[in-house]
């Protein structure tokens, strides 16, 4: 069985602050583990995946999230918000045969001028 | 490269009708998903073809929801009668290979879909 719970349904920043989404998972395998993002009527675009490598993975628009075992997160940040980051925000995890994913409830960005 | 295309992007319908959308995956691509997004939530994964065969349908409502892809390309999902509680976001997804927990999903821009 597997799970991911963001901590945040929602954050508010100020353009130019860092960002920081919060992800935790739960997975019976070594899981793979993704962002992704979800502008207003667009689809889900994948921001970076975490497979096993490094543990400090770098996505596009200088996003990065950093894996960590002991405390089974896949937190997402990113030093200096956009007015263009605001949009919904999914964590998803992987780690079952058959590559099912499983979604957090998502994030919700706001980014103030 | 070209994403992964849906139609229509938008379908309004009363319930009791029936609806059709329609995917084209990414060139190459063997496996494809449908997946429905209800307002506020995650999607939830409705169905996964491998080529043309189902791998998993299980949260598939079967006696109002069918899919099929012809050939192992194109996807159509298919609801009839239509019910108020599918309104959602209906996103087709296409990967590589499938099976493998490292392979990457895109997704298409989904179609909104309003029961009334």
């Known amino acids: 069985a597997q799970s991911v719970t963001q901590l945040d349904s929602h954050v508010s920043v100020s353009e130019g602050t860092p960002v920081l989404l919060r992800c935790n998972y739960s997975?019976?395998?070594?899981?793979?583990l993704f962002w992704y993002v979800q502008h207003p009527n667009k689809g889900l675009q994948l921001l970076l995946k975490?497979?096993?490598?490094?543990?400090l993975v770098k996505g596009i628009n200088g996003f990065e999230a950093e894996f960590k075992k002991s405390e089974t997160s896949f937190h997402l940040t990113k030093p200096s918000a956009h007015m263009s980051d605001a949009a919904e925000y999914f964590c998803?995890?992987?780690?079952?045969?058959?590559?099912?994913?499983?979604f957090g409830g998502g994030t919700r960005v706001l980014v103030k001028p | 490269e070209a994403g992964v295309a849906q139609s229509p992007r938008y379908k309004i319908i009363e319930k009791r009708q029936s609806v059709a959308f329609w995917c084209n995956p990414i060139?190459?691509?063997?496996?494809l998903y449908w997946y429905q997004q209800i307002l506020g939530q995650g999607p939830k994964l409705l169905i996964q073809?491998?080529?043309?065969?189902?791998?998993?349908d299980s949260q598939l409502p079967k006696d109002r929801f069918s899919a099929e892809r012809l050939k192992g390309v194109d996807s159509t999902l298919k609801i009839q009668p239509a019910k108020l509680e599918d309104s959602a976001v209906y996103l087709c997804?296409?990967?590589?290979?499938?099976?493998?927990?490292?392979?990457?999903?895109?997704f298409g821009p989904g179609t909104r879909l309003t029961v009334l």
């Open positions: 997804a296409s990967s590589l290979v499938g099976g493998i927990p490292t392979d990457t999903q895109y």
């Open positions: 997975s019976s395998y070594s899981p793979s």
């Open positions: 975490y497979t096993s490598a490094a543990t």
């Open positions: 998803v995890v992987n780690g079952a045969a058959g590559n099912k994913l499983t």
């Open positions: 060139s190459g691509h063997a496996t």
């Open positions: 073809f491998q080529n043309n065969g189902v791998v998993d």
